[in-house]
């Protein structure tokens, strides 16, 4: 999956770049004619290159390969539906529809490139999965395991979704398409697979496009390409953490539990349910009343941003605040828009946050089990959040000193600006949300549309994936751990195979 | 649906708004005595405060309905896996979560009412469906045709979406949660009821949110409630314009089967479809080249961004600029770069935008049936940018002239920057891409992409329902209806039923 989310992101970037590379020169020779107001000349011009781009375009397709032409989605909906068609998948196909395509595009047509790279990319997928072609004689033993209709179908959606995003930049936006419209067949098991392949198209196409100018994105500054590396680390450490929370709260179930074998009557039963819930709520309201007194008020030295995100209403006069009662003395939403706050990276330090981070966890595990009506959503992204700041406070000291010393503080134009403490501890909040719940399409949707910022979509993308990866080594998805705990039977999409004798040959 | 939608909407609403009004007194009352050095009794405060709520949460779950505890979503992906469980869709069942909850969070517990909200929001899908009630002794026979069990299942699947969608305002997240976690049977159509439902959930809560504070978004400014009546506007032209592009595609397809069959020779058809390429160029090329002569050069009085977008780079001089020519020599991402380029609002006039659009929307509907390997995907992202910017155009000089006139320009924190024709253009686009491809949920997520913009996520959702509601009336996707021509069987995910007799009594 990850070969073809490469092969398809580096095709999406070079076929941009040939047709950008034949139509500039063109469309700039045109305009210094026009300014000279010579218009006769300038038609000659157009015409001319176009009738030849566009001819040689239509040869390709018309004396080489007929079943190129189009832009070839519907043949992909019809193969995928279960109509076999005649060369769709084919290696002379891929470059006839990438000549051809390039040629009458950069022409000038009012016609675009991407339903042809969508089709490529799902050329690409079969391809690659078989490794076996007709046309150049390769047959690979390996890929035998990929060789029947169903993986194939599988290889060549995720084909499809790397070619829309690598196309648009769009990789939730090409795992949908293949879904809702290419697809007749769809497993959850193939969504993340997609997923990940579709990222990695997308985030080729990127790379290879940004390549030219210093190696990181022009627009989007925050991508910088270092920022995977703690994207990584996030992502192993929300699927560990996360297996930890989800095998903690199944203990704690299953403890009390254990300790009602014990009480006889059901009143006392009822009793002890709801004294646990007090006992829960004092600790928690004296963690939230203390705990900050375990840090001293430092006096304000950074410049707070004020606003929607309340950043340091809080603070106990007006020249000092601590970083700790600005968390634990407001509501749940506030502390995490301020954990999720940009451009703020001396308010917290690490140590405050690690006070706040042990006893929050272990206490938000207690509480998720207790006879309350309340979700673990919030607590999730507080947590994550938690961590994912700590880690980004930590770069900063280690490696950002130097960069935000003395008063040069970090802004939008700022190289460095990926280490915003703010940005990590969004990134956080995905991998252990991604730990816990091991929701991958859904979960970086909502992420998105929480935070209202398209631009970090590749590194929380990165972190989900790696922390879904991890967790589901160590434990169940939190969801279906608690059903198995409620006794509730659940049945998989698929079959578990229990048999040891596949081949079923004792039967024969 | 839509009242699913709104109802859930609008309890997501209520309960948010009743756990600030008991959170904050509370948040305040305690930092006023921090404030004063008080810690003891801030301690004392916030444990008794604590204690009563959470006790009150507690004992609501344990005496009064104790399958309401926990965040509900276990037994809801049980229910819709098959598995029946007593209580959990019940109107006392709802009342029970929606208090204990709702004590619960603002007792300052380390959680959160996210897990809650979809379960309520699953409980009202379920309700509002069968509209009957044992507790409440409802039973209407209207809704007799939706009590079924797989109607039910969609029904709370919706409702589930529609939960996630207001509790944190993300409607595509909703329904993706849906999918991927909540349900395990899933139907295409199913996706754009979803789609539907959790869309007036997520528009229900902000309209509510916003209710207060003058009728409008407040962070969301170019949101503005009056937006929705141009979006509708589009929605229908997209889904109208859209079919007529899929009709006149066929037709075209239709026409040169036609023709071809009056010419004998093999070699003869393939330079006919040669010639008809060269025939396209040319027209395409004239077009592109002295369609900008039919439009004065204006004076530069508008300020043009640069940047990017490369807005105004083909000026004819300094001083001057031709509307046309600034789309039409220059590659086509540039050109719909700047139909969508927001705060340049006298650039194009609507008149100058008939005149592209009316020979871009035949040749582009030509260009796409030759014997290229071309898609579409580029020509009706600009065909429907050019008719949102030309409405756009219009409302700014039919209703805002008042207040662009003079030297009044409008910026981001301008009450009328909703009627923005670059914004109105993006809606455009969206729409006729719907109109014509009749996807849902991956286009408004590749739309978003496109742009890297979520602030417009409601109207774009809109538009593109509308689009694709009226479009289904008209034809059949622009795919699906290629795959026709092609004669390529097709089997939908639903049998299509035309017996005359669906209780089978001729078989009896």
Redesign the interface.
Known sequence: MGMIGFTVGFIGFLLHNVI?AI??PI?EK??EL??EGK?GI??CW??GM??I???L???????FR?S????????L??FL???S?RHIYNVRTLL??FA??AF??S????????????HIGALVGAGLSQFKSDSMGINLAYFQRFRNPEDRRNFISAGAAAG?SS???????????S???VS?FWS?RL?WQVFFCSMIAAFTTNIFNSAFLGFHYQ?EILNNIIIFIPTICLGILGGGLGSLFVFMNLKIVRLRDWVETFSISSRLK?LM??AE??I???L???I???LP?ARKCQHQKVPIKTG?SANGK?R?TNQTYNEL?SLL????DHAINQLLSRGTHKQYSPEGLLYYFIP?FL??CW??T??????????M??IGALYGRMIGELLVIWFGEHFYYGEKYSDASDYKAWMDPGAIALIGAASFFAGV?R?????T??M???T????M?LPIMTAIMVAKIVGDQLTHPI??A??EV?C????D?EPVVYTQDPNGRSVL
Request: glycine share 8%; aromatic share 6%.
């Open positions: 950008d139509e500039e469309l045109a305009l026009a300014k218009i300038v038609w157009r015409v176009g009738v781009l566009a001819s375009s239509s040869i390709i397709i018309v004396y007929p190129a032409g189009g832009s070839g989605i519907p043949e909906i019809a539906n279960g109509t068609i006839a529809k051809s395509c009458a595009v022409a000038g047509l009012f016609a675009g490139p991407e339903g042809p790279m969508i829309v196309a648009f930049g769009a990789p939730v936006g090409g795992l949908l398409f879904m809702e419209e007749s959850n969504t627009l009822k349910k709801i819930v007090v829960i709520i004092t928690t309201a004296t939230s009343t203390t007194l929607v809080w106990y009662s003395y407001t509501s749940q929050y206490l938000a509480t998720s207790a006879s309350l009506s309340v979700g673990l959503v919030m607590p992204l507080t719940s929701l991958t399409i859904s979960l949707v909502i998105i549309e929480i209202n910022d398209v631009t979509l969801y279906h608690l059903l409620k509730i039977p659940i049945l999409e």
